[in-house]
Nanobody, 120 residues
Framework: QVQLVESGGGLVQAGGSLRLSCAAS????????MGWYRQAPGKQRELVAVITSSGTTTYADSVKGRVTISRDNAKNTVYLQMNSLKPEDTGVYYC??????????????WGRGTQVTVSS
């Protein structure tokens, strides 16, 4: 079994900051890409940022310059530092990880999500 547990969401005023964390645990041989996605009410889930095991990052255009993704490979944890938050950043933020288990099979795992609400 593998679990992804997110933390750090909450309510913040526009212009504020939040830091999300996601820790992976369980039957893990290795982790390749780790990322954050979000889903606003009535909208499809969209990519926010992703980071490879070597540290290469990709960001959605809507968050570039305001968001930084990072990871601690020793802790199997990915972080999302969000600054200058806007009301349109509101949504449920989901952690995603591409995890190879000890069976050497690659799986795509999702966390349960953490709510981020930005008030105007």
């Amino acid at each position: 079994q593998v679990q992804l547990v997110e933390s750090g969401g909450g309510l913040v005023q526009a212009g504020g900051s939040l830091r999300l964390s996601c820790a992976a645990s369980g039957n893990i041989f290795s982790i390749s890409d780790m990322g954050w996605y979000r889903q606003a009410p009535g909208k499809q889930r969209e990519l926010v940022a992703v980071i490879t095991s070597s540290g290469t990052t990709t960001y959605a255009d809507s968050v570039k310059g305001r968001v930084t993704i990072s990871r601690d490979n020793a802790k199997n944890t990915v972080y999302l530092q969000m600054n200058s938050l806007k009301p349109e950043d509101t949504g449920v933020y989901y952690c995603n990880a591409k995890i190879t288990r000890y069976t050497r099979v690659l799986y795509d795992y999702w966390g349960r999500g953490t709510q981020v609400t930005v008030s105007s």
